[in-house]
Antibody, heavy 119, light 110 residues
Framework: QVQLVQSGTEVKKPGASVKVSCKASGYTFTSYAVHWVRQAPGQSLEWMGWINAGNGDKHCAQRFHDRFTLTRDTSASTAYMELSSLTSEDTAVYYC????????????WGQGTLVTVTS | QSVLTQPPSTSGTPGQGVTVSCSGSSSNIASNAVNWYQQFPGTAPKLLMY???QRPSGVPDRFSGSKSGTSASLAINGLQSEDEADYYCAVWDNSLNSLVFGGGTKLTVL
C-alpha cells in the first residue's frame, strides 16, 4: 500500500534551518511528484511547492522562493524539503503529499512533521 | 486571507444534507479543476473529491462535488457523526502560479 513516512518532530531556534524527509513506499517513486503543504496551529493549509521525483523539476510558492529547497534521492525513494531563516511564523505541521503529475490532486499524504521555532 | 473563500463553519443533524461552498475567481476555480480534502483533528488531510466531482475509491457516494463559474460546492447527504471534520477546497491558481487552499469549513454534526 502507498505510504509516505516523514521524519520526526523538530525544535529550532530563530534563524536556523530545518530539513524534513518524506520516505515513499508502495509505488514507483519516480512516476509521481511530491508536494509540500504546511499548516500553522489552528490555521488552514498552505501550499509550499513540489518536486517531480522523476526528473527533479521543481516549483515553489513565491513567498518561499528564496529560502525553500526541495530535493529527492531516487535510490532511497525519499523527498526532502529544507526551510531556512526560520522565524516563529514558520511553526507549523509540514506535510508531504503524492501527486500523479497529470493532475493537481494530492492523493496520499504523510503523517506530518511538527516544526516548532522558539528561542 | 485565503484566495478561496469558504464559510468558517456549518452544521447539520444526522441524516440531513449540508453544502460547503468555495468561492474563487477567473484565475483559479473558473479555469481549473477543484479538489476537496477532509481533515480530522490531529491527522493529515485526505483527498475527498478530485476533478470537481470525482470520488476516490472508498469515499461514500453521500459525498458529491460540483462547480459552476468561479464557485464550487461539496455536498454531503445523509450526514453521519463520523463526517464531523474540517473540509478544504483546493485549486491551481494561474495568476499566482500556485496551488491555493480555502480557509476551511468546520462541519459539526449536532
Amino acid at each position: 500500500q502507498v505510504q509516505l513516512v516523514q521524519s520526526g518532530t523538530e525544535v529550532k531556534k530563530p534563524g536556523a534551518s530545518v530539513k524534513v524527509s518524506c520516505k515513499a513506499s508502495g509505488y514507483t517513486f519516480t512516476s509521481y511528484a511530491v508536494h509540500w503543504v504546511r499548516q500553522a496551529p489552528g490555521q488552514s493549509l498552505e501550499w509550499m511547492g513540489w518536486i517531480n521525483a522523476g526528473n527533479g523539476d521543481k516549483h515553489c510558492a513565491q513567498r518561499f522562493h528564496d529560502r525553500f529547497t526541495l530535493t529527492r534521492d531516487t535510490s532511497a525513494s525519499t523527498a526532502y524539503m529544507e526551510l531556512s531563516s526560520l522565524t516563529s511564523e514558520d511553526t507549523a505541521v509540514y506535510y508531504c503529499a503524492r501527486n500523479p503529475l497529470t493532475t493537481i490532486d494530492l492523493d496520499y499524504w504523510g503523517q506530518g512533521t511538527l516544526v516548532t521555532v522558539t528561542s | 486571507q485565503s484566495v478561496l473563500t469558504q464559510p468558517p463553519s456549518t452544521s447539520g443533524t444526522p441524516g440531513q444534507g449540508v453544502t460547503v461552498s468555495c468561492s474563487g475567481s477567473s484565475s483559479n476555480i473558473a479555469s481549473n479543476a477543484v479538489n476537496w480534502y477532509q481533515q480530522f483533528p490531529g491527522t493529515a488531510p485526505k483527498l475527498l473529491m478530485y476533478r470537481n466531482n470525482q470520488r476516490p475509491s472508498g469515499v461514500p457516494d453521500r459525498f458529491s462535488g460540483s462547480k459552476s463559474g468561479t464557485s464550487a460546492s461539496l455536498a454531503i447527504n445523509g450526514l453521519q457523526s463520523e463526517d464531523e471534520a474540517d473540509y478544504y477546497c483546493a485549486v491551481w491558481d494561474n495568476s499566482l502560479n500556485s496551488l491555493v487552499f480555502g480557509g476551511g469549513t468546520k462541519l459539526t454534526v449536532l
